[in-house]
C-alpha cells in the first residue's frame, strides 16, 4: 500500500500569508494526487486533481505542484474562509490513500 | 446540479448489520462509478469501495472485504453498502461520491456508530 506522509499537521497563519503544506509519497504516483479542503461538519471538496488541476470554481490562490512522490500545495493571500482542513489523496495505486490531514487556521 | 444523499446510518451493537443508501441526482449516474469513502477515528479518511457502471468492476478495502458488499441501482439511481459484522473501528462517517479516485462530488455522509 503507498502511504502518504503528510506535514505539518497544523499551521497558523495570518491573512494575506502563503500557506504551503507538503505531501511525500511512499513510492511514485505520476501525479495522481488531489488536494481536498473540508470544514466542519462537510464533506471534503474538491480543489485540485492530477497534482496541478485546478478543479472550477476554484479561487485561483490555490496551486498544487510536484512530481513522482513529492507534491506541494499552496495558498497564495491567505483568506479567513480558508480556515479548514487538508487532505492529499493519492489515485495511482489500489487502494487509494489520503494523508492525515492539515488542520489550518488563522493567527 | 450534482447531488447525493446518504441515509441508513445509525447505532449497532458489535457483530450487527448496516444497510447504508446513497441516492444521487443531476447527472447520468448510470454511467458512472460510484465510490464509497468513510472517515473514522483511528484511521481518518479511506477508500474501502467502489462500483463500475455495469457492476463488473468492485474494490474493497481489506479492512471491509468479506464484511461488505456494494450494489447499485441504476434505475433508481443509488448505490448501496451492506455491512455485516461491524466492529467498533467502523465507527464513522460513510460519504459516497461520484467517480473513482478523483471525486469532485460527495454526499452529505451519514453517521455510523458501532457500540455495545
Known amino acids: 500500500d503507498i502511504q502518504m506522509t503528510q506535514s505539518p499537521s497544523s499551521l497558523s497563519a495570518a491573512v494575506g500569508d502563503r500557506v504551503i503544506i507538503t505531501c511525500q509519497a511512499s513510492q511514485d504516483i505520476y501525479s495522481y494526487l488531489n488536494w481536498y479542503q473540508q470544514k466542519p461538519g462537510r464533506a471534503p471538496r474538491l480543489l485540485i486533481y492530477d497534482a496541478t488541476t485546478l478543479q472550477p470554481g476554484v479561487p485561483s490562490r490555490f496551486s498544487g505542484s510536484g512530481s513522482g512522490t513529492d507534491y506541494t500545495f499552496t495558498i497564495t493571500g491567505l483568506q479567513p474562509e480558508d480556515v479548514a482542513t487538508y487532505f492529499c489523496q493519492q489515485y495511482h495505486h489500489l487502494p487509494y490513500s489520503f494523508g492525515q490531514g492539515t488542520n489550518l487556521d488563522i493567527k | 446540479q450534482v447531488q447525493m444523499v446518504e441515509s441508513g446510518g445509525g447505532l449497532v451493537k458489535p457483530g450487527g448489520s448496516l444497510r447504508l443508501s446513497c441516492v444521487a441526482s443531476?447527472?447520468?449516474?448510470?454511467?458512472?462509478?460510484m465510490s464509497w469513502i468513510r472517515q473514522t477515528p483511528g484511521k481518518g479518511l479511506e477508500y474501502i469501495s467502489y462500483i463500475s457502471s455495469r457492476e463488473d468492476d468492485i474494490f474493497y478495502a481489506d479492512s471491509v472485504k468479506g464484511r461488505f458488499t456494494i450494489s447499485r441501482d441504476n434505475a433508481e439511481n443509488s448505490v448501496f453498502l451492506q455491512m455485516n459484522s461491524l466492529t467498533v473501528e467502523d465507527t464513522g462517517v460513510y460519504f459516497c461520491?461520484?467517480?473513482?479516485?478523483?471525486?469532485?462530488?460527495w454526499g452529505q455522509g451519514t453517521l455510523v456508530t458501532v457500540s455495545s
Open positions: 443531476g447527472f447520468a449516474f448510470s454511467g458512472y462509478y
Open positions: 461520491a461520484r467517480g473513482l479516485g478523483m471525486n469532485p462530488d
